[in-house]
């Protein structure tokens, strides 16, 4: 019986999760989204211990929302 107790910490904390996200699906879709930001890449060898970086810069996203389901 001990062993079913186990489970009881993660079943609680996914039904709690749900039911936070639950109130989220009610809220209004924007018309247009927008993001930013930077990449960078770091590779990292071990056996040679070299290591590379790859500044590949600045991006931007723009997203236009055709229905509530659909973004294009």
């Known amino acids: ?3 079913l107790s186990t489970f009881n910490g993660p079943i609680v904390l996914a039904l709690a999760v749900l039911a936070v996200a639950t109130p989220a699906a009610a809220q209004d879709v924007p018309r ?3 993001s ?3 990449n960078f ?3 990292f060898d ?3 211990g070299d290591e590379q970086n790859f500044p590949a810069g600045w ?3 723009v ?3 055709v ?3 659909f973004a294009r």
């Open 59 to 61: 991006y931007a996203d």
């Open 36 to 38: 930013g930001g930077y």
């Open 41 to 43: 890449l770091r590779v």
């Open 46 to 48: 071990d056996e040679l």
């Open 1 to 3: 019986m001990r062993r």
């Open 63 to 65: 997203s236009g929302n």
């Open 32 to 34: 247009v989204e927008v």
């Open 67 to 69: 229905t509530p389901i």
